[in-house]
């Protein structure tokens, strides 16, 4: 298990087309170590208390149009006992321009100052989602992972068993992949594990006996996609014939990642068995059970009326 503790400022400035008001300072050399952010309207007065120095801090209207009030030698001091914090960086939304006295208290600090032209509580609410990605617990599985019809289906079993080549036909008949060999899952909140690829391996396949192809060059952008999230488990293994299967799917496996679990269910492999057209089912299955209906259910209880009738009939 890897924990991402930190992402740069010049990451998060580039994910979110932020504006760098103070070019000198290094922006890669900046953490920020907190999904939360904050609006220091009482720090600018001068109150310190609780204040959660490791947030990034959001300049707003309110918080600008006090600073107005301000006269030169009270921005001052305010600026600077604020910026004595280690704070990762501030940033300016609505297209507010910070005034010189800032930038300069904020270059003597070596606070970055950045900005952006969108409305504060929009830009709030998607930098913590950017962080919260960032920021997340990940782990890397080896396996693959495809979008099936909006399931995310992720592809796991011994090297060599057809993981790559399942994947290969679903892209045919339409599907997407997200990553191949290497899955990087993030878990973004208690319900949700989202799946990347490795950057250097993003959009490739390998195929033994054939080599490294890249799925976005040959079938086209709309067979690939960056990330999604994690929804059902098929592990492919050797077919053992006097291994006991599920035959009925009555009641749901699960397997676990960071804490959290997902359906898994395990697919044995024969000659003759076409696998992508039973993950497609099987991702059509996991969706309608999501949808309120299961078919294992639904043939039992057929089953229970059916004798229930025939006991009555006797």
Not at 82 to 103: A, N, S, V, Y
Not at 272 to 285: F, H, P, S, W
Request: aromatic fraction near 8%.
């Amino acid at each position: 298990m890897r924990n991402n503790y930190s992402v740069s400022v010049a990451k998060i400035a580039e994910m979110l087309d932020l504006k760098n008001f103070t070019s000198d300072i290094d922006l890669k050399k900046r953490k920020i170590i907190s999904c939360d952010v904050n609006r220091p309207a009482l720090q600018l007065t001068g109150y310190f208390e609780h204040f959660e120095e490791s947030r990034v801090e959001i300049i707003g209207n309110v918080e600008y149009t006090y600073i107005q009030h301000m006269s030169d030698e009270e921005k001052r001091l305010r600026y600077s006992s604020f910026m004595e914090f280690e704070i990762p960086c501030i940033i300016f939304c609505r297209d507010l321009m910070p005034g010189e006295i800032f930038l300069e208290e904020a270059a003597a600090h070596g606070v970055p100052v950045l900005g952006t032209g969108r409305p504060t509580s929009e830009f709030m609410a998607e930098l913590i989602l950017a962080l919260g990605e960032q920021l997340a617990p990940s782990i890397t599985i080896h396996g693959v992972l495809v979008d099936v019809y909006g399931e995310g289906l992720m592809i796991t079993g011994d090297s060599g068993i057809g993981k790559s080549e399942a994947a290969l036909e679903l892209i045919r008949r339409g599907h997407r992949l997200v990553t191949d060999d290497v899955v990087e899952i993030r878990k973004i909140n208690e319900h949700t594990l989202m799946g990347t690829s490795p950057e250097v391996t993003r959009h490739f396949i390998e195929l033994r006996g054939i080599g490294i192809i890249d799925v976005k060059t040959l079938y086209g952008v709309e067979c690939v996609k960056e990330k999604q999230q994690i929804d059902l488990v098929i592990k492919l293994e050797d077919w053992k014939k006097d291994a006991d299967y599920d035959r009925l799917g009555l009641e749901e496996e699960y397997i676990e990642y960071l804490g959290n679990k997902v359906v898994c269910h395990s697919l044995p492999i024969r000659p003759g068995r076409n696998l992508a057209v039973i993950c497609e089912t099987a991702a059509v299955n996991h969706r309608q059970k999501k949808m309120g209906y299961n078919a294992a259910q639904e043939l039992y209880r057929r089953v229970q009326k059916n004798m229930t009738r025939s006991s009555e009939e006797e």
